[in-house]
């Protein structure tokens, strides 16, 4: 069982805290009897921290509630995949929110993550908790995200550190951030689907009541404009889309069914999706052929035409630029989470 380590110090953000435990405790295996709800769980998770009372805070770093970690902040170092919430600390900590842990907590935390690291675990830094993953030196040359609000306070701060600004997650190697908020679940069953495959991550989603994959280079802000009396809703048209996904459409195909010119298309686009018409098309279609890669034995050939790449050249270059591994290592490592013989990818990309 893959083991999950959420660590927790005063001043944690409250809604980062909880949803990586959600998330990852409602992963089950698809391979259940008929009429069960969730097969066998596929991670242990663990909130890690002091076992006195720890303030949990909401935005703005105000006082919600206490808890009391169950767990050790040691026990973090034999985790597979350690996560750190949003968590304002002494030198660390984004310009808003005070400042509530000690300096003692922050070193314990930092040498914590530098060991689970060291010997072979994922760490995951939502929202601020990107500028204490970043303070370990981990982050250093490597690519990572935050809370839109904190970005350049972490690149003042974290000069070494290659920041990618609107997106929502961003995964480097064994690092990965996440913007924060909502973009905590985006990331979870990104990492789900990364370990156990889209039929897991997409069952998680069906319980979350949750879009099961949104692309992570999708802006972190998303203009919501109230559709026109006319109806400028994209949802027929991308309906559409999927319904031929197979097919090689193009940005004016696309247009001339929405009945708008490419232009107009893809501004609506970002402003409904935060992402251009085929980029969401591509990331239908690599979704597509992860679930043929895990379901079927169909060959690499037959899924790239299946799902309208063409060759299976295309398919690979699309598939390792997007899911980090080509589209048969993503079959074996699947397969083998499946049989119990792995804990979730390891490799540092």
Request: aromatic share 6%; proline share 5%.
């Amino acid at each position: 069982m893959h083991r999950v380590a959420v660590i927790t110090v005063d001043g944690v953000a409250g809604f980062d805290l909880v949803v990586p435990g959600q998330v990852f405790g409602t992963a089950h295996s698809v391979d259940k009897a008929p009429g069960v709800l969730l097969g066998a769980p596929l991670y242990e998770v663990k909130v890690c921290g002091r076992p006195s009372e720890l303030m949990v805070t909401g935005v703005g770093g105000a006082d919600l509630f206490r808890l009391s970690a169950l767990y050790d902040l040691a026990e973090a170092v034999d985790a597979d995949t350690v996560v750190l919430p949003g968590m304002p600390m002494p030198g660390v900590e984004p310009a808003a929110g005070p400042a509530v842990a000690t300096r003692a907590e922050l070193a314990e935390v930092l040498r914590v993550v530098s060991a689970a690291y060291e010997r072979g675990a994922r760490v995951v830094a939502i929202c601020s908790g990107a500028f204490v993953l970043a303070r370990t030196g981990l982050l250093n040359g490597r690519r990572a995200t935050c809370h839109w609000t904190d970005l350049a306070a972490f690149a003042t701060n974290f000069p070494a550190v290659d920041v990618v600004p609107d997106v929502l997650y961003v995964q480097d190697g064994r690092l990965v951030t996440a913007a924060g908020a909502a973009t905590g679940t985006d990331v979870c069953l990104h990492l789900i689907r990364q370990d156990f495959g889209s039929a897991v991550a997409d069952d998680v989603a069906r319980h979350f009541v949750a879009t099961p994959q949104r692309d992570a280079a999708q802006a972190q802000l998303v203009v919501h404009k109230a559709p026109h009396p006319g109806g400028d809703s994209l949802e027929p048209t991308m309906r559409w889309m999927r319904e031929h996904l197979g097919e090689p459409l193009t940005l004016a195909d696309v247009a001339t069914h929405a009945g708008v010119s490419p232009r107009t298309l893809n501004r609506r686009f970002r402003e409904q999706a935060g992402t251009t018409p085929m980029q969401w098309r591509l990331q239908l279609r690599i979704h597509h052929a992860q679930e043929l890669l895990e379901t079927t034995t169909l060959s690499v050939d037959q899924i790239a035409r299946h799902c309208g790449f063409g060759t299976a050249i295309a398919l690979r270059q699309h598939f390792a630029r997007l899911v980090h591994q080509s589209p048969l290592a993503y079959r074996r490592s699947v397969r083998a989470n499946k049989n119990g013989s792995g804990n979730g990818s390891r490799s540092d990309g």
